[in-house]
Structure formats: C-alpha cells, structure tokens
C-alpha cells in the first residue's frame, strides 16, 4: 500500500487529499472544520499555515498517523516565483512582487516541510515534494477525468508566476503547450473588478451573477482596452489594471465611473461593468480551447482553476462545439490542487498507472446520528427535534408546501458547491423563491442567482444542454431553461447552473430528487449551499444547526432528525 498526502495552504482555500494506491480515499477544504471562510486570506507571511484540520481528517480517514505517509505533495514550487519581482514596475500592495516582500513570501513556504517534521515528531524532508501550482491543477482535472487523453487548460489568478496553462494529458502524462504570465491574468483581474464594484475580492461569484443584468456593449470598448484576446492567448492592460495597487484611478478613468464602496447602492453602470467582463472572460475561454483544438486534436477538454468555476465561460466553450466532451474538476478553485499534486507524485513522478475516475465529489466527513444528537442537545430551548422514519418523505412533504428546508447527509462536498449533501432546498417553481432565500436565509445580495437539482434522464425537458458534459453533474456550467415554469432557479438572462443527478453517485438528493418528481410532477429542486453570507458551506451538525437558527429557513433534516426552530 502506498500513500500520499497532498496539500494545499500557499495562498488560500487550504485544503488536503489523501491517496491510498492512487485512489482518493479523503479530500477536505480547511474552512468546513474551522468555519473561517477561505481557510484564510492570501498574505506573503502566512503560507505555511497549514490545513492541519483537514490534514488530521484525511489520515484518520486513512488510518494512518502524519509519520506513516509515503509521500507527500505540496502545490507550489518555491524557487519559480522569484521571476514576480519587480514586474508590476511598482510596488505592490502587500508586499506582492516586491523584493522584501517575495523573500518573506518564499521563507514562510520553505518552512512547510520542517513544520509538517515538527508535527509528525519525525524527518519527513525525504518525503516532500513541490509540485508546480498549475501542473497540480491540471493534474487535479485530467487524471480524475473519464478519458485516456484529453487537451487542458488551467486558469486562474496566479501560480508561481504562470496565470494560464495550456496543454494536454495523455496516460500518465501531462504535455505542456503553452502558458500565459502574470501580469496577463484573468483570475486577478476579477478580484480587481470584483473590488471595483464594491465586493470582495473573492467575490468574483457575486460579480457573474450581476453581470446578466448588466448591458455588456456600454462597455466594450474599455473592457477590449483593459483586456486583448489574439488567438490563444490575452493580454492585460497593466497600467489600467493596476493587479497589485490598492488604486483604482486608472480603472475609474477608463470606465468614467467611480468605485462603488460596499454597501452603496448599485447602479446600472456596475452591472454594465460587469457584464463586459463577462462578456470578455467568454471571448478568452474560446479563445483558449480553440487553440486547444487546432494544437492537441484532441476530442475532450479538461478544465481546472479559480476561473474555470465562471459556468458562463465553460457553456460558451461549450456552444462552440469544439470538444465532444468537458470535464471540469469540482474543486476546481486552488483547495483542488492538494488532490492534484497528489495524483502528480503518483503519476508522473512515480510513473504508476491511472486507478481512479472520479464519479462523485463527497469525499469529506460524514457525521454519524449520534454526534448530530450531541449538538441538537447544546441547542435545547432555541431549538426542537423528532425523529421521523422516512427523512426523504418529510422532507418532500415540507418542500410541496412550499417551505425552504436545510439537507444534511452523508459525506461532505469537496469544492465549492452544495451538490446535495450539505444543501438548502426548496421548490424551484415559486416565483418568489430567489428573492427569499437571498434577503432572509443566505443574507446575501438581491441579485445572486441559484442553481438547480435535475434527475439526468429528465433534464432535457427543461434545459437547453449544450451536450453530454460530465460538466453538468457538479454546477459547473450553465444552460438556457426551456420555459418559464421554474423562476427559482431561473437567472435574470434565462439560464440555469444545473446539476444533472444521476442515479449512481449522488444517493441522497436522488432519493429527494424522484419523491418529489412523484409528488409535484416537477423532476427539479433549487439547491444552494446550507450556509449563510460570509460562511463557508456547513461541516459539522453544529455548523448547519446555526445556519438554521440565525436565518428564516424553515426547517432543518438532518437524519433521522427533524430540526425547527422553538
């Protein structure tokens, strides 16, 4: 038997994975034990913080103690980002790219290994490896995917210094054919954006809900000046971008706006603003995989990164029928390249066979009645439960009446969507549902759209599906709703984020899935996430018990219980 154990903590989303024999035995994000959202935030003096939690859960899942592993894979590669220094030709904010700033930045991750030592109480250097940031993630998309070869492409803020990879994966190997450097990043200038319009900068989620309300040619010219397309490849306008500055002067006098602070009120030049970009992250997608196409003649596409999760993007690629098939890594953001730089050692640096496709995501912990039972008691008086027989039918019969109801079962997810066992759910033919769940559940802004749960054979019906993506099973790629009977899970421009459920793989929402088909006639259900505004998706029982009392959902399952409030 032989073990590795991949991790990831260089800037956020720390996360760890563990393989047994090159099968993913446990994967878990850091902020579902910690409840901190992100894990933590990207600073040059803290990426050897690492996902202890998280680390701990995957061995224990394993049956193994830290000193025990055979291997373990870090995704980044220390000595590559030097070549950041001094590129922004300014200082950057933070301590980013600037000499002091990137030796503290390399300090703290060449620490990693005498910390993981230290934890262990044993020497684990001759164990460790770095694995570049971008192979991880491609690593993380092609080796878990159903093809023997496939073209790939990872995109997201920064690795090293590398923001896009182009390239393709054949059997165990991964062949690069091109790569994209910072300052040209694509992840980045979302956080910029995102900033711009008075979010956060991991808000680039809340930016693509808006920007269907927005107009994108208001701003094209400007977005084509901040951001140029050639053929398989863009450029970033660095002098407007600015990527690194807390400044945002170039960016208000390129759109002749003003940033937006939180919490003012949005106007219908921040949707336009956003909406071209959009427009333009979709132009650099197909862009990307047609380049893809033409250099690898591949027939399938593999895709990973922060910027891989814009659902808008992967279905534009799709629509442009250059690839029979997509596969996007549900982890898709950087938690993904702890698994990745796991199955980086496994395959390419031990040259050992391809063992494991990748059908579900639930990889995290489950929690057994007991230790619900235990938190449910820490709540007596705010809260009331009973035991209920069949958790599937009294869950149904709450969301036919019409109720929004927390779902909480099995394994956790691993990535950033609730694929039906950490979700809130409810009746997507409710008009009002949206708007709802936004202002009194989730608290989050008006505008944010929400997904939806489909049974795979009768999705069809609703959704205009760009093909046979395994895409679609983990809400990774958008899709124009057929009608108008389901406003809940309909976005302002007529799309969907859908999740096809098939019958293997996803055994709870499933079950939830065809009792409420029978029930209502409808084979959907909107499903978000069971956590609120600036909380990561619930872990524990404890986690979702506090979602359900600091919000107005209506109830809570959590088998074989049924949680409300007193």
Request: charged share 25%.
């Amino acid at each position: 038997m032989l073990t590795i154990l991949g991790i990831n903590s260089a800037y956020h989303e720390s996360a760890a994975a563990l393989l047994v024999d090159g099968r993913c035995v446990a994967a878990a994000e850091e902020e579902r034990f910690t409840g901190i959202k992100h894990a933590k935030r990207a600073r040059i003096d803290n990426p050897d913080e690492l996902p202890v939690h998280s680390m701990c859960w995957c061995l224990e899942r394993g049956g193994l103690q830290l000193d025990q592993v055979d291997a373990i894979a870090f995704s980044f590669s220390p000595g590559l980002r030097r070549a950041n220094v001094g590129v922004d030709g300014e200082s950057g904010a933070e301590g980013w790219g600037t000499v002091e700033g990137e030796r503290v930045f390399e300090d703290h991750l060449l620490a990693v290994p005498r910390r993981l030592s230290e934890l262990a109480s044993s020497d684990l250097t001759e164990r460790f490896f770095w694995v570049e940031h971008h192979h991880a993630h491609a690593a993380s998309a092609f080796f878990p995917s159903p093809y023997p070869s496939a073209a790939i492409l990872s995109i997201d803020g920064i690795g090293e210094v590398t923001t896009t990879w182009l390239g393709r994966g054949e059997g165990i190997d991964l062949i690069k054919e091109g790569a994209i450097r910072y300052p040209h990043s694509l992840g980045l200038l979302w956080e910029k954006i995102s900033l711009f319009l008075g979010f956060d900068r991991y808000a680039a989620g809340t930016t693509m809900g808006l920007a269907a309300w927005g107009r994108p040619g208001r701003y094209r010219p400007e977005m084509e000046r901040l951001l140029q397309v050639d053929e398989g490849r863009f450029r970033v306008e660095a002098s407007l971008a600015r990527l690194r500055s807390d400044s945002f002067a170039a960016l208000e006098g390129l759109f002749g706006i003003p940033r937006r602070k939180p919490g003012d009120p949005l106007v219908r030049e921040h949707m336009d603003v956003a909406a071209a970009l959009q427009e333009a992250t979709e132009r650099v997608g197909v862009s990307l995989a047609q380049w893809l196409r033409e250099r690898t003649g591949e027939k399938s596409l593999c895709l990973a990164g922060g910027v891989a999760l814009n659902c808008r993007m992967n279905e534009a690629i799709a629509r442009a029928d250059l690839f029979e098939s997509i596969f996007v890594q549900p982890a898709a953001h950087d938690a993904g390249t702890a698994l990745g730089a796991a199955l980086w050692v496994w395959h390419v640096h031990r040259r050992e066979a391809r063992r494991w496709t990748m059908s579900h995501a639930f990889l995290g912990p489950a929690f057994e009645p007991d230790r619900a039972l235990g938190a449910l008691e820490r709540f007596r008086g705010r809260l009331r439960w009973e035991t209920v027989r069949d958790p599937v039918e009294v869950a149904v019969e709450r969301l036919a009446g019409g109720e929004c109801i927390g779902w909480f079962h099995g394994q956790l997810e691993f990535g950033p969507r609730a694929l039906g066992n950490r979700s809130i759910l409810c009746d997507p033919r409710q008009d009002g549902a949206a708007r709802r769940l936004n202002e009194r559940v989730k608290r989050r802004e008006w505008f944010r759209p929400f997904a939806g749960s489909f049974l795979t054979e009768e999705a069809g019906g609703w959704l205009d599906l760009a093909g046979e993506h395994p895409a679609y099973r983990y809400m990774t790629m958008t899709a124009a709703m057929r009608s108008g009977e389901l406003p809940g899970v309909t976005h302002r421009d007529g799309t969907c984020r859908p999740q096809l459920v098939t019958p293997k793989g996803f055994t709870s929402l499933r079950a939830v899935l065809e009792t409420f088909r029978d029930a209502a006639g409808v084979p959907a259900l909107l499903n978000t996430s069971l956590n609120l505004r600036g909380r990561p998706l619930a872990g524990p029982p404890s986690a979702a018990l506090r979602c359900l009392l600091d919000s107005e959902l209506d109830a809570l399952v959590i088998p074989p219980y049924l949680v409300e409030r007193t």
